[in-house]
């Protein structure tokens, strides 16, 4: 019973450098959500999707990009690295939200840009 | 839109002491509301959630919630404080509509134990 499986859990990136961070997720739900979590600032959506194919954008969507190919994969783009994109980032899923589902967490992914 | 305040970003008691973190909601309607944890290099874990069932929720690790609507919140409580209850904490609200898709969560509650 793996989750919600995030790689890396580190990772160092110098300005303008482009990375992807993986989710993949075994319990076949439809929703999935990046977050980053930044000190004192709580959980800032990204960007989230609701089914294969279908992608939405969050609170704080610039300078990434998502994709949705698959139920099990939702994979988080940052092209040209800057400083403020320093955070850790969490991917979670869930059943439908309008049911009262909670959201099942990977442990995060820890990005320094210098 | 929905949103929840926590109040309090650091909440410190002694071993053995009541644990009380504030989390109030804004919605029109009462909504699904969840109190998460998460420890230290971890992800978020669900304590426990209301749904409408029953106003007083029962969550892991002896914590509890009680939705009050006349309030708009949904305190977390524990009666009796352990060092391992110490984490942070994250109040989290959704909505019922047919169209619901996404959690919004507070800020956060540090809680530290201490002895």
């Known amino acids: 019973n793996a989750g919600v499986t995030q790689t890396p859990k580190f990772r160092i990136l110098k300005i303008g450098q482009s990375m992807t961070l993986q989710c993949t997720q075994d319990?076949?739900?439809?929703?999935m959500y990046w977050y980053r979590q930044d000190p004192g600032m709580g959980l800032k959506l990204i960007y989230y999707?609701?089914?294969?194919?279908?992608?939405d954008k969050g609170e704080v969507p610039n300078g990434y990009n998502v994709s949705r190919s698959t139920t099990e994969d939702f994979p988080l783009r940052l092209e040209l690295a800057a400083p403020s994109q320093t955070s850790v980032y969490f991917c979670?899923?869930?059943?439908?939200?309008?049911?009262?589902?909670?959201?099942?967490f990977g442990n995060g992914t820890r990005l320094t840009v210098t | 839109a929905q949103s929840v305040t926590q109040l309090g970003s650091h909440v410190s008691v002694s071993e053995g002491a009541l644990v009380l973190l504030r989390c109030n909601y804004s919605?029109?309607?009462?909504?699904?509301l969840f109190w998460y944890v998460q420890y230290p290099n971890q992800g978020l874990q669900l304590l426990l959630k209301?749904?409408?069932?029953?106003?007083l929720v029962k969550g892991i690790n002896g914590f509890e919630a009680e939705f009050k609507k006349s309030e708009t919140s949904f305190h977390l409580t524990k009666p009796s404080a352990h060092m391992s209850d110490a984490a942070e904490y994250f109040c989290?609200?959704?909505?019922?509509?047919?169209?619901?898709?996404?959690?919004?969560f507070g800020t956060g509650t540090r809680l530290q134990v201490t002895l």
């Open positions: 919605s029109s309607v009462p909504p699904y």
């Open positions: 989290a609200v959704s909505d019922r509509s047919g169209t619901a898709s996404k959690l919004t």
């Open positions: 999707s609701v089914g294969a194919g279908i992608t």
């Open positions: 979670a899923s869930s059943s439908p939200i309008n049911l009262g589902s909670p959201l099942h």
């Open positions: 319990m076949n739900h439809n929703y």
């Open positions: 209301y749904t409408s069932a029953a106003t």
